[in-house]
């Protein structure tokens, strides 16, 4: 790696570290997502700062060219922020389902009670009763 790309990739990866941070103080970012981020941002600026890292990795998986390394961490990631997100959307999905059967309990008690208290014209038949045989 020239110095030049080491700059830019520092650059780029201190940057990225920064956004993620400022999200999380803005609130924008819960804690939760962002441990993720930054963790990609740490892993991404201690590559580019320690050129040697790459190599050392590749040399225990027996990789002949580094570079692959950062496109195995690469899906790695994703696939971990993948599985990670599908599990909230699960859960999410779940919530607003249970949500959804409350309002509508909740909606059908307030009917009632709304129909209960209504003052009754004469002709009106009580629920629940028979009307009135002429």
Do not use: K, N
Not at 76 to 85: D, N, P, Y
Not at 106 to 120: F, S
Request: glycine share 2%; charged share 20%.
């Amino acid at each position: 790696m020239t110095d030049l790309v080491q700059v830019v990739a520092v650059a780029v990866s201190s940057l990225l570290l920064v956004i993620v941070l400022d999200l999380v103080r803005r609130r924008r970012l819960t804690e939760e997502y962002a441990f993720i981020w930054i963790v990609c941002a740490g892993a991404l600026l201690l590559l580019s700062l320690w050129r040697e890292s790459l190599h050392a990795v590749a040399r225990w998986l027996d990789v002949h060219y580094p570079p692959a390394i950062l496109l195995l961490v690469l899906v790695l990631f994703v696939f971990v922020a993948s599985l990670h997100f599908s599990l909230v959307i699960s859960r999410q999905r779940a919530q607003i389902e249970r949500l959804a059967e409350e309002v509508a309990i909740l909606t059908a008690q307030h009917r009632e009670l709304a129909e209960a208290g209504r003052p009754r014209a004469s002709g009106d038949v009580a629920p629940g009763s028979t009307p009135p045989s002429s």
